[in-house]
């Protein structure tokens, strides 16, 4: 019959972020998870070149891809519902775990080992660099919102701006200082700059 491993994660592209939120541009999960590699891997570069680190970039970079792929099975919560209390947040740990694992169950025996580790989160340093990765691809979402007229994003603007600085990571300030001031220009003003 085959596996549906790869089917299923096509899907990212049908589950839309946000949902609690009125948006001016829609955003899929698949979009979010690739801007969230592009930034992942930026982050990991940084810790690598400008602070003596030598985190392997490569799994950064895959950790980066498959971190919100239990999504594809229980959609996306929205984070004041995810992390309204401790008990809710570990309930909904328990669904992503099994929705990890139901994914797995989806590849052939010999490729799941190659997985189990892009979807199971272990909190270190690789995995700190793709939680800053997400919250940064968080931070741009509010930002292009705000640039669009939204206001209905300004709080998880500055919630999510302090949240990412409470990471007391240098890297993170390294991208907030460089970086994200020019998401706020036009394509014009951005050429500019080079």
Same mark, same amino acid.
């Given at each position: 019959?085959?596996?549906?491993?790869?089917?299923?994660?096509?899907?990212?592209?049908?589950?839309? #972020?946000? %949902?609690?939120? !009125?948006?001016? =541009?829609?955003?899929?999960?698949?979009?979010?998870?690739?801007?969230?590699?592009? /930034? *992942?891997?930026?982050?990991?570069?940084?810790?690598?070149?400008?602070?003596?680190?030598?985190?392997?970039?490569?799994?950064?970079?895959?950790?980066?891809?498959?971190?919100?792929?239990?999504?594809?099975?229980?959609?996306?919560?929205?984070?004041?519902?995810?992390?309204?209390?401790?008990?809710?947040?570990?309930?909904?740990?328990?669904?992503? #775990?099994? %929705?990890?694992? !139901?994914?797995? =169950?989806?590849?052939?025996?010999?490729?799941?080992?190659?997985?189990?580790?892009? /979807? *199971?989160?272990?909190?270190?340093?690789?995995?700190?660099?793709?939680?800053?990765?997400?919250?940064?691809?968080?931070?741009?979402?509010?930002?292009?919102?705000?640039?669009?007229?939204?206001?209905?994003?300004?709080?998880?603007?500055?919630?999510?701006?302090?949240?990412?600085?409470?990471?007391?990571?240098?890297?993170?300030?390294?991208?907030?200082?460089?970086?994200?001031?020019?998401?706020?220009?036009?394509?014009?003003?951005?050429?500019?700059?080079?």
């Amino acid at each position: 019959m085959g596996h549906s491993f790869f089917a299923m994660l096509s899907r990212m592209k049908y589950i839309s #972020r946000w %949902a609690l939120m !009125r948006n001016t =541009s829609g955003e899929t999960l698949s979009e979010h998870s690739l801007e969230t590699a592009y /930034l *992942a891997h930026a982050l990991a570069e940084m810790h690598n070149r400008r602070f003596g680190g030598s985190v392997d970039v490569g799994k950064v970079v895959l950790l980066a891809m498959y971190h919100d792929a239990p999504e594809i099975l229980t959609g996306d919560m929205p984070t004041p519902v995810k992390y309204f209390n401790a008990t809710l947040r570990a309930a909904y740990g328990d669904v992503e #775990r099994a %929705a990890s694992e !139901r994914l797995l =169950s989806t590849l052939p025996d010999d490729l799941r080992p190659a997985y189990e580790p892009l /979807l *199971a989160e272990d909190g270190g340093l690789e995995h700190r660099l793709v939680k800053a990765a997400d919250k940064l691809s968080a931070l741009i979402k509010c930002i292009e919102e705000r640039k669009a007229g939204n206001k209905e994003f300004a709080t998880a603007e500055q919630t999510t701006l302090d949240s990412l600085r409470a990471m007391d990571m240098p890297e993170v300030q390294c991208f907030l200082d460089e970086f994200i001031p020019t998401y706020t220009l036009t394509l014009d003003e951005s050429f500019q700059l080079s």
